[in-house]
């Protein structure tokens, strides 16, 4: 059997009682085993600046390596002001450098945005597209998952606690496991 594709997960969301982190958890949890799915963390990332690329923060260059070393890439994210919150950002542009040699290129991707609002976060997921064109991140079109109300999604322990996203989630799971071999070299 062929060993599990390593998922690095990038959630955009910094606050310690996050909902897109425990949509992230929920992701993780529903995975299939062909797929070994992981949380990078990115809050500790300075803020990317071009000048320090000749000499570059000992984050930056762990968090490059961490991301040339997975298979594929998830992003789960709430929308700020109808874009991702900076700190993804600052991830995704931290990832991208040096010129020519942007972590990011050619992995397969997927979003999930989730908020509290009914729209789930449409905008984010739309607008973190228009960057993975850019940075040649094949990002799985269907199923779109904007996952709306999430606040209630989840119980005081931050378990999914709603049959019907549970399994909207393990299907899209599925979905991106089959994404990520259709959209891999090997
Ligand atoms: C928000 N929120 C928000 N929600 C939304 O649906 N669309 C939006 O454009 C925004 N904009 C926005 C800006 C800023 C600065 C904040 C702090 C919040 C609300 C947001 O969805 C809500 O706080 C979520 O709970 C954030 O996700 P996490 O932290 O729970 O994962």
Redesign the pocket.
Known sequence: MASPRNVAVLVG?L?KD????KVAHALIELASSSLKPEIVEIGQLPIYNQDSDPNPPEQWTAFRQRICACNAVLFVT?????SVPAPLKNAIDVGSRPYGQSAWFGKPGAIVS????A?G?F?ANHHLRQSLVFLNVPAMQQPEAYIGHA?KLFDANGKLINDSTRKFLQDFMMAFATWIDANSKA
């Open positions: 969301s606050r996050s909902i897109n982190r709430p929308e700020y002001n109808r989730a908020s509290p609002s729209i976060g905008g606040d």
